[in-house]
């Protein structure tokens, strides 16, 4: 089994920086496939970025594209997100996910989920 807890989130202005931190138990990260996922009020939970575990490609939204950076650090058994000119549109509850398989985009293909953390941009 796989515990993941985000942490990180807070408020922030428009253009503003956070870096999000995924703390991995039970199973190390270098065998898992992490991505990041996010809800917004009223809306369905949407991908954003993801790792994969072979090699370290990365995936991003298009809508993040160029913003934000995922990373992973083995020995902390630790994925990031690293958000840069933040927009009040990323305003969301960020997740973090793990699978055991190869690394995707979809959603529904993730074992394991965080928590979440509140990232709210103001304008």
């Known amino acids: 089994q796989v515990q993941l807890v985000e942490s990180g989130g807070g408020l922030v202005q428009a253009g503003g920086s956070l870096r999000l931190s995924c703390a991995a138990s039970g199973r190390s990260i270098s065998s898992l496939s992490m991505g990041w996922f996010r809800q917004a009020p009223g809306k369905e939970r949407e991908f954003v970025a993801a790792?994969?575990?072979?090699?370290?490609?990365?995936y991003y939204a298009d809508s993040v594209k160029g913003r934000f950076t995922i990373s992973r650090d083995n020995a902390k058994n630790t994925v990031y997100l690293q958000m840069n000119s933040l927009k009040p549109e990323d305003t969301a509850v960020y997740y973090c996910?793990?699978?055991?398989?190869?690394?995707?985009?979809?959603?529904?293909?993730?074992?394991?989920w965080g928590q979440g953390t509140q990232v709210t941009v103001s304008s």
């Open positions: 996910a793990a699978r055991t398989w190869i690394v995707t985009t979809a959603l529904a293909a993730y074992d394991y």
């Open positions: 790792i994969s575990r072979s090699d370290g490609t990365m």
